[in-house]
């Protein structure tokens, strides 16, 4: 190595170690910990890692909920962005730890103020718990038909806050998600779409009740949306004071319009009767008077 090589080698040393002096230069200090231009480099580069980090989770994670179909959009929505606030957190506390904060003081600062606004906000903290269950439990999503405060509704679309449904009278209906997390929910889609419709009629005393199970069985299995998973059941369900009453159960995986179902349950026994020859009983009373009180009526009208 020639002489102004050599040179150049020590002033290519000399000028690094002088940039290097540079960045651990004092700046100030933070809790006893000296911050310099190396510590805010670093802070730096984490901030970015972590930037980076989150998005290449948050890809991720969409791209796993769309392909096995596990959320709704909006729900892969909601929680991806959680996990991005999630990873930003982790990630601003290590730079702020890394520049000498004493986060223990943060923490105790920052649950002292979660505990003022809960208290001022608690419907809402409540409903964003509420959120967060559901989408991790899934036992109410998007498509179901709930009941709920004696509504049918189907669910539309789930946020953290409320869930969005529509009513059988076509109005939108924004339900809170501590509504269907507190109270009783009635799920009719669940685990399938099965569901039992019944109608109950009474017959007077005098039908012959086999006729009647048979019409019943006829109608039953006659209606078009019923299920073939199984089968109709028909019971003399009680003897009432002017009527046999029967039940009839028939099951269909469409509740969304049971009420239409209903119906049509009702007026095909109704006209099956009819053609059948079948009265339905409907309430009703005879008098009967005792021979004392007939003879004195008679002998009033003789009188008159």
């Not at 009453?245 to 239409?260: I, M």
Request: hydrophobic content about 50%; proline content about 2%; glycine content about 6%.
């Amino acid at each position: 190595m020639s002489v102004r090589e050599r040179n150049l080698c020590i002033n290519l040393t000399e000028r690094w170690r002088q940039g290097l002096a540079v960045l651990d230069v004092r700046l100030f200090e933070i809790g006893g910990t000296p911050v310099s231009i190396s510590t805010l480099v670093s802070v730096a580069l984490i901030i970015l890692a972590t930037v980076l980090l989150s998005k290449l989770l948050q890809k991720g994670f969409e791209r796993v909920m769309k392909r096995r179909d596990i959320l709704d959009a909006g729900s892969v929505t909601v929680a991806s962005r959680l996990l991005h606030y999630a990873v930003l957190s982790i990630g601003f506390a290590i730079a702020l730890q890394t520049m000498g904060i004493n986060l223990t003081a943060l923490f105790a600062a920052g649950a002292l103020f979660a505990v003022a606004i809960g208290f001022a906000m608690q419907n809402l903290t409540a409903n964003f718990v509420s959120g967060l269950i559901l989408l991790a439990e899934r036992a109410v999503k998007p498509g179901d038909i709930v009941e709920v405060n004696g509504q049918i509704v189907q669910i539309k679309r789930m946020g953290i806050r409320a869930a969005i449904g529509r009513t059988l009278n076509e109005e939108d209906l924004i339900i809170p998600s501590s509504e269907l997390v507190q109270s009783t929910v009635k799920n009719y889609t669940l685990r399938d779409a099965l569901t039992r419709l019944r109608a109950q009629v009474g017959v007077t005393y005098g039908s012959d009740m086999a006729l009647v199970r048979r019409t019943l069985e006829t109608v039953a299995e006659g209606v078009s949306w019923r299920s073939g998973k199984v089968q109709p059941a028909i019971y003399m369900w009680e003897f009432g004071n002017s009527s046999v009453v029967f039940e009839v159960s028939v099951w269909t995986e469409d509740p969304w319009h049971r009420q239409r179902h209903r119906s049509e349950l009702h007026e095909a026994i109704w006209w099956s009767f009819k053609e059948a020859g079948i009265t339905i009983a409907f309430p009703q009373v005879d008098v009967h008077l005792d021979n004392p009180v007939v003879e004195s009526l008679q002998a009033m009208r003789h009188v008159g």
